[in-house]
Every structure is written in C-alpha cells, then in structure tokens.
C-alpha cells in the first residue's frame, strides 16, 4: 500500500457534501462499513494535510480533470507497482508479464513500463488486463494459469496495481458518497510457475447475474472516472447464491460445506454478508476478507491478492475457493488448494 491514510479525511470530506439531516445516516454506515484504513499514493501535505484539504490534489472545485489523474496514474501506478514486485523478493527469469489494472490509462502500457524498469529482455511477452474492475485478478491468475499449463517452463509474474483515490467525485447523494468510501490505492504481484509450491491455481469459473449490468458500472468522465455502485448489489448477491444452480456456477461446482478455505474479493462489508448468508457459511469463514477490509479498503483487482497473500502464510488449504463480483454483475473465480 502507499503511506497515506485517506480514510477519515474522506469521511469529514464526504459529511460536508450532504445536507444535514442525512449526515447522521452517513455517520452510521460509515461506522459499519468495516473499514478503518484505505491508503492513497496522492502525497500528504504539511501537518498530515489530505487531498481535500487547502493546497492538496481535490483541494479546489472544480476538481481536476481526468488528463491531470491520468498524468499522476503514469508515474505513481508503476511506483506502487514495483514497490510489490519488490517485495517477492527474486523471480528468476521471468518469461510472460500479465499486469490487470481497471484505474488509468497510459500508453506505452504500464505493462512495458514495468517491463522496462524490470530490465526485462524483449522477448517477454506481455498482456495487459484492463477494466474488467474488481475480478481482474481473477482474469490475471487465470491466463497466468493457462500459460504455464501450455508452457511448463514459462515464469509468468503477474501484477495488479489499482489507484482509485485518484477518482474522487464531487457528489452530493447518499448512494455515490458510500461507494466512493470504500476504495483505496495498492498493489500486488504473485508469480505463477509449475513448480509445486504455494497455491496451485485448479479450475476457473465464471457467471454472471441475470438483469444485472447495471448495478456495477464505471464512466470515463471529463472529471476521472465515476463509479457507480447500486445499493441493490449485496441483495442481488445473496439472493443470487440462495439459488442452487447460481450457488453452483458461482463457486466452480463445489459444495459450500467442503470448503475450507474462502478468498473472497472484499468489496464492501455487506458484499461480504450478502455472500456468508447466501452460502449459508460459517460465521467466520470470511474472516481473512474482513480483515483486508478493514485494513485496506476495497483495491479493486489488488484485493483478492491480498486476501490470497494472507491465505497462503496460513495452514495448508485442501479445498479453497476464490471469488470475486464485478462489472456485468458476474461473479468470476477459480478453485485453489495448497501444493504437496
């Protein structure tokens, strides 16, 4: 994550933006959104001054265009990125690049502008998973996945690296306020190989809601990119898996009951309700996920990873899902398990 806690500034921020008979809502789903920290890689001013406040990035109305993020998303989304390649520590030779990231736009891609920092050869090939939103590590692993499955040999590094803060908006209702609350800035990076260590990627799968594509939109505006996140979403999700064959498709054909280990995608805390009840899972099935949440906020693509980060320092997983909802509705994951 970058150094910069956002979260309450945000909060203050986003009270002075409603009338005051909604700001005591506000106050109550803030308090229960199951967040405490999301980090930001726009820059603290003196005396920890936020990006609303005097002199910071959203200081002024209007607030900058979306050239000016684009231009910030150009050096800090590679910055971010490094810094998590970094922390895996030695890759080896790395033969494929898949890089999934749904908040800026750059060409030459971030995907050769992390291959040129790397000093990776030429030859690398490269892909670039762009938009798909909060299930594009899904997409990421995925392909990592059916390469190394073609290729035995190959080395893919795969990379998700999201700036969402870089997208605030100027909003004066309820619902556009409480999504913007929980996103935050950060990155990963796994490396996918044959070799038998870590989490081996089993069976993907992916489903998608009926009548659903419009709870779950992003619009490039003049003014970033505006999310639009519909209140319906966690009762859609929950009566969703409530529906056998839905429940079926959504967790790759596995029984709820013999899962031991989920890597939910924490969207919001009642993303993660809406997916407990529906399962009927146990009360502390998704507790890694809540903690990711709480701590980070909801990265987009990066959350999953970090959900699998924790995961994989934990006990062996015999029978693991991943899953993740994004735009479409659609619910997309893969199975896992502990390699021998």
Known sequence: ?????????????????????????FDRMAARSGIGHRWSVLTEGSGGASPVDPGGFYANS?????GERMELYATAAPDLAMQAI???GDPG???HLVVASCTGFVAPGIDQIIAGRMGLAPSVERLLVGFMGCYAAVAALRSARHIVR??????????????????????????????MLQFGDGAAAA???????????????????????????????????????????????AAGLADPDFALAATGGVDPGEVDSWAVHAGGRSILDAVERGLDLPQDALAVSRSVLEEVGNMSSATLMFVLARLIEGPPVRRGVALAFGPGLAAEGFR???AP
């Not at 979260?7 to 203050?12: K, N, Q």
């Not at 209007?62 to 979306?66: E, F, H, K, S, Y």
């Not at 590094?157 to 309820?174: D, N």
């Not at 419009?214 to 970033?224: A, C, H, Q």
């Open 1 to 25: 994550m970058p150094g910069h806690d956002i979260h309450h500034a945000f909060i203050a921020w986003a009270r002075t933006q409603l009338d005051k008979r909604q700001r005591p809502l």
């Open 62 to 66: 209007p607030l900058p265009g979306t």
């Open 86 to 88: 970094d922390a895996l």
């Open 93 to 95: 030779e790395i033969t």
């Open 150 to 179: 073609s290729d035995p040999a190959a080395r893919v590094l795969v990379v998700t690296v999201e700036l969402s803060t870089l997208h605030l908006q100027e909003a004066h209702e309820m619902e556009p306020l409480l999504a």
């Open 191 to 237: 490396l996918v190989t044959a070799e038998p260590t870590g989490f081996a990627l089993e069976t993907p799968f992916a489903t998608t809601l009926p009548d659903s594509a419009e709870l779950i939109r992003w619009e490039i505006t003049d003014r970033g990119f505006a999310m639009h996140l519909s209140g319906e979403v966690p009762g859609r999700i």
């Open 336 to 338: 896992f398990r502990s």
